[in-house]
C-alpha cells in the first residue's frame, strides 16, 4: 500500500518535477560542475600542465592556506572583513524592517507611492556610478558635503581617504542604495495582516503604535529570521566591487578586506592558487557560520533553513 501511495504521489507530482528539472539542470552544469577548479586550491596550478597535470602543494595541499594564515596581514584582513559584514549586517538587517513599518502606515496613497518610488530608485544605480557620485560628493574642494560643512564655518573634511570613515561611508550608502528593494518582501508579508486583527485592535483601544508592535512586527519575524540567517551565512562575503573602487592608498588599513586581497593576488599578480585558497578559507566560515545559525535559530524555535 505504502509503494502504491508513493507512486501515486509520484504521478500528481510529475508536472512540479518537470517544471524543477530545467532549473536543476542549469544548477549542476553551471553551478557545481564548475566547482572543481577549487581543486587548484591545494595545488601550484600552472597554465601550462593545466589543473589535473599540476603538482600537489606540500603539507599535504595545505601549503597555500597555511601561507594565508600565517601572513602578516592576516590578522587586518579577517578585522576589516569581519567589522564590514557585522556592521552591514546590523543595519541592512533593521534598516528595511522600519522602513516597511512606516511605508505601511502611511494612509494618503500617493505620498506612499512617491515614498516607494524614491527609496526603490537607488537600487538600480550601478556600483560604479554610485561609488562615483559619493566620490563627487565627498571632494574636498567641490564637493556639495564639504561646500555645506564650510559655509557653517566647518574645515573641508577628505572623507574618501580617511580610514575612520570608509566603514560608515561603505555601509550607510549600501543602506541609501538597498534598503528600498530590501523593504519589499517586508511590505508583502505585512500586506497579508488580517484586517480584522486590526479592527479588534482597535475596538480593544489600542493605540497605532501598540498594534505595530503586537500584530504587524510579529507577521514579519518569520521572513526576518529566514533572512537574518542567510545573511550570516554570507556574513564574510563583502561586496567585492564597492569596496575596490572606493579603496585607496590612505585608506587600505579598513579597505583591504579578504575580497580585494584575493583579487590582488589572483588576477594581478596571477597566483592563481594562492588566490583560490584564500577564496575557498572564506567561504568555508560562511559555511559554518550558516549551520551555527540555522541550528541556533531551530533550537529557540525560530524559523530555520531545514
Avoid at 536543476?24 to 591545494?42: E, R
Avoid at 569581519?82 to 546590523?90: A, K, P, Q
Wanted: a positive charge.
Amino acid at each position: 500500500m505504502k509503494i502504491k501511495s508513493k507512486k501515486a504521489e509520484i504521478k500528481r507530482s510529475l508536472s512540479l518535477y518537470a517544471l524543477m528539472t530545467p532549473s536543476l539542470i542549469l544548477l549542476i552544469l553551471f553551478s557545481y560542475l564548475p566547482m572543481y577548479g577549487i581543486i587548484i586550491a591545494f595545488k601550484d596550478y600552472n597554465a601550462v600542465q593545466g589543473i589535473w597535470g599540476s603538482p600537489w602543494t606540500k603539507n599535504f595541499g595545505f601549503s597555500h592556506f597555511i601561507r594565508f594564515v600565517t601572513a602578516y596581514n592576516f590578522t587586518s584582513l579577517i578585522k576589516n572583513t569581519l567589522v564590514l559584514s557585522l556592521y552591514s549586517l546590523v543595519v541592512n538587517a533593521i534598516c528595511p524592517v522600519v522602513l516597511a513599518l512606516f511605508v505601511n502606515e502611511i494612509q494618503n496613497k500617493a505620498f506612499k507611492r512617491t515614498v516607494q518610488t524614491i527609496s526603490y530608485s537607488p537600487y538600480f544605480i550601478s556600483c560604479v556610478v554610485m561609488v562615483g557620485m559619493v566620490v563627487s560628493f565627498l571632494n574636498v574642494e567641490r564637493g556639495i558635503v564639504n561646500k555645506v560643512i564650510m559655509s557653517f564655518g566647518g574645515k573641508g573634511t577628505m572623507f574618501m581617504s580617511d580610514p575612520d570613515w570608509f566603514v560608515h561611508l561603505y555601509v550607510w550608502t549600501g543602506v541609501w542604495q538597498g534598503v528600498g528593494w530590501a523593504s519589499i518582501v517586508y511590505l508583502g508579508c505585512l500586506s497579508n495582516v488580517d484586517p480584522c486583527l486590526h479592527e479588534a485592535a482597535v475596538i480593544d483601544g489600542a493605540s497605532r503604535m501598540k498594534r505595530l508592535w503586537h500584530i504587524n512586527l510579529p507577521a514579519i519575524i518569520p521572513v526576518f529570521t529566514i533572512q537574518l540567517i542567510l545573511s550570516v551565512g554570507n556574513i564574510m562575503n563583502v561586496g567585492f566591487e564597492k569596496a575596490y573602487l572606493m579603496q585607496t592608498d590612505a585608506n587600505l588599513s579598513a579597505s583591504e578586506i579578504i575580497a580585494t586581497y584575493a583579487y590582488k593576488i589572483s588576477l594581478l599578480k596571477k597566483q592563481y592558487s594562492f588566490g583560490t585558497a584564500v577564496g575557498l578559507f572564506n567561504a568555508a566560515i560562511n559555511i559554518i557560520l550558516l549551520f551555527i545559525v540555522n541550528f541556533v535559530s531551530k533550537k529557540v524555535g525560530q524559523e530555520s533553513l531545514w
